[in-house]
């Protein structure tokens, strides 16, 4: 019997230094042989975000030393490795950089294929990591950079079907975060605190609810909430805009996923119908309880990512590296890192800003 395919998965493309193997199985779903993940939270914190050197600076410290630490947990002899994936765009460049050339220098000397994965087509794809899952679906995409309905339609074929126009959902939790003193990376922090606090304390408003199709918008919420911060006192009335900031998003994501259902199903006429939550932000508890709601009510199966594999990590990368490997869709050794590399052929950009949503 032939051995099955195990693809080494590299992942550097903001704050977090990733490296995994996972191996093809006769189950369709692979299995993860280890999963190394460390975090740059503690440089970045006093500065109250990522700072692009410094992650830069501490991926070129740790590379080496996650790879090792992933291929002994493996238990796999590098000569087993079929291929090397490594993650391509989008990002921050100097990060990409990193982990792009340490993925150029395995695949060459191990004289193995090299396979550059999109970073959010990895998040798009990490339920496969534990559940069977077939095309067409329809993803929700809820990162730190970005905010998408898409249709799923195969390896890299994308249709978008909303985006966000301004901030990002995770960015708009960690920008509010801020606002509430709670100290980077704010998101999740910030939704223990919205779980002390009355989400009916404050009345927040809903940009763009009820007009511009799965489109969503965060912005107008952070300006609320920057007049309403000048005016609190007491540790209490932050709890309860923090609640009542998380049962506004949730209010938000359950008006436009209807919209999605509506406009996946005008687009792909099948009998089952699921719907991916992936990214940083999918591992909030109140919006994954609301997204399972809205999804029980249109006939929709809800698929979570595993919560730890929810934020970056390098297994996505190797699960996308896997479906291309069997593909034999390769890369050349000269890819270049692609900061603002698309998920669809639609990106488009924002007027006047020089932006690709
Ligand atoms: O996917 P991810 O790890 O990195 C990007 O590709 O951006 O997402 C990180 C984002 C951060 O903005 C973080 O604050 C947010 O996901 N996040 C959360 C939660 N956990 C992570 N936001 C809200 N609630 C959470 N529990
Ligand atoms: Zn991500």
Redesign the pocket.
């Known amino acids: 019997m032939t051995e099955k395919p195990i693809i080494l998965g590299i992942e550097t493309?903001?704050d977090?230094t990733a490296v995994s193997l996972i191996q093809d199985n006769e189950s369709g779903i692979p299995k993860i042989l280890s999963n190394v993940i460390s975090s740059q939270f503690d440089i970045h914190k006093e500065f109250g975000g990522v700072v692009p050197e410094l992650a830069a600076r501490s991926h070129v410290e740790k590379i080496d030393l996650i790879a090792k630490k992933a291929i002994e947990e493996s238990g796999v002899s590098l000569n087993k490795v079929s291929a090397i994936a490594a993650t391509a765009g989008p990002g921050l460049i100097v990060c990409l950089t990193v982990g792009l050339n340490f993925g150029k220098a395995m695949a060459s000397s191990l004289n193995i294929p090299f396979i550059g994965v999109n970073?959010l087509e990895g998040?798009a794809l990490s339920p496969k990591l534990h559940s069977k899952l077939d095309y067409p679906y329809l993803l929700l995409l809820i990162?730190?950079?970005?905010s998408q309905y898409l249709s799923v339609n195969g390896l890299g074929k994308y249709k978008r079907l909303g985006t966000t126009i301004d901030d990002?959902?995770?960015?708009a939790?960690?920008k509010i975060?801020k606002l509430l003193g709670i100290e980077f990376?704010?998101?999740?922090k910030?939704?223990r605190f919205a779980k002390k606090g009355d989400p009916n304390k404050f009345e927040l408003p809903k940009p763009i609810i009820n007009k511009g199709g799965c489109n969503l918008s965060f912005a107008g919420l952070k300006t609320a909430i920057l007049r309403i911060t000048k005016k609190i006192k007491t540790e209490q009335e932050k709890f309860d805009l923090a609640a009542s900031f998380q049962k506004t998003i949730e209010e938000i994501l359950y008006v436009k996923t209807k919209k999605a259902f509506q406009e996946f199903k005008e687009i792909n006429s099948i009998d089952k119908n699921n719907f991916v939550v992936a990214?940083?932000?999918a591992?909030?508890?109140g919006?994954r309880n609301k997204l399972i709601k809205v999804s029980n009510e249109n006939n929709f199966k809800s698929i979570f990512p595993d919560l730890k594999l929810?934020?970056?990590n390098g297994a996505m990368i190797a699960m996308v590296g896997l479906e291309k490997y069997k593909l034999k869709q390769f890369d050349n050794l000269d890819l270049p890192a692609s900061p603002r590399l698309p998920l669809d052929n639609d990106a488009i950009f924002l007027k006047g800003a020089g932006v690709k949503l």
Not at 143 to 146: D, I, N, R, W
Not at 185 to 188: E, L, M, N, Q, S
């Open positions: 493309s903001c977090e970073h998040h990162s730190g950079g970005h990002a959902l995770g960015e939790f960690d975060a990376p704010g998101g999740p910030l939704e990214g940083g932000v591992a909030n508890e919006i929810c934020g970056d």
